[in-house]
């Protein structure tokens, strides 16, 4: 079974920093090109940016590229967001996925706010 | 970037009418154009992929189409439990691009 989990988010302040994990299990992860996809309180998806098996190749979404920084482990089958200089803007849901998007974790949830 | 305008932002339908959701591409994507369905505190889930691949699992009633820049879900006959939010999602080219939703509410 395919398990995707997101973890790391909570209340954080404008302007600090936040890394989050995605602990991905049942199936082969360094396979992948893995990604992250955000969701503002009752907003549409955002797409973040995806790394691709050996990261090698990062694409980002332009507005997103100077702030976030995606990296993985595959030896720990783990997929990471680094996120810095935070704003309310950056108040989200963030989910990962393989960049097939057919499966996603259930999302973490980060607030910015003083 | 490729924008992706979705259409319509909200619908209101019956159990049993069918239903057409589009969305238009501001250039080719060359048919990488997924479905995602979303209820309310849950995770997307992909129900169309390369716009008229079946999800394995998700009922026949769920079907897509479309070229170049436009592409269609359909729901042939609408279940109480298909009333979600759907978006479409290119991945055609990055950065990759979601439609903004349509809300598909019971009538």
């Known amino acids: 079974e395919v398990k995707l989990v997101e973890s790391g988010g909570g209340l954080v302040q404008p302007g600090r920093s936040l890394k989050l994990s995605c602990a991905a299990s049942g199936f082969s992860f360094n396979d992948y090109w893995m990604g992250w996809v955000r969701q503002a309180p009752g907003k549409g998806l955002e797409w973040i940016g995806e790394?691709?098996?050996?990261?090698?190749?990062?694409n980002y979404t332009p507005s997103l590229k100077d702030k976030f920084t995606i990296s993985r482990d595959n030896a720990q089958n783990t997929l990471y967001l680094q996120m810095s200089k935070l704003g309310s803007e950056d108040t989200a849901i963030y989910y990962c996925?393989?960049?097939?998007?057919?499966?996603w974790g259930q999302g973490v949830m980060v607030t910015v706010s003083s | 970037d490729i924008q992706m305008t979705q259409s319509p932002s909200f619908l209101s339908a019956s159990v049993g009418d069918r239903v057409t959701i589009n969305c238009k591409a501001s250039?080719?994507?060359?048919?990488?154009l997924n479905w995602y369905q979303q209820k309310l505190g849950e995770a997307p889930k992909r129900l169309i992929y390369?716009?008229?691949n079946l999800q394995t699992g998700i009922p026949s009633r769920f079907s897509g189409s479309g070229s170049g820049t436009d592409y269609t879900l359909t729901i042939s006959s609408l279940q109480p439990e298909d009333f979600a939010t759907y978006f479409c999602?290119?991945?055609?080219?990055?950065?990759?691009?979601f439609g903004s939703g349509t809300k598909l509410e019971i009538k």
């Open positions: 996925a393989p960049d097939t998007f057919d499966y």
């Open positions: 250039q080719n994507i060359n048919k990488y």
């Open positions: 390369n716009t008229n």
């Open positions: 790394i691709n098996q050996d990261s090698s190749t990062i």
């Open positions: 999602l290119q991945h055609n080219s990055f950065p990759l691009t």
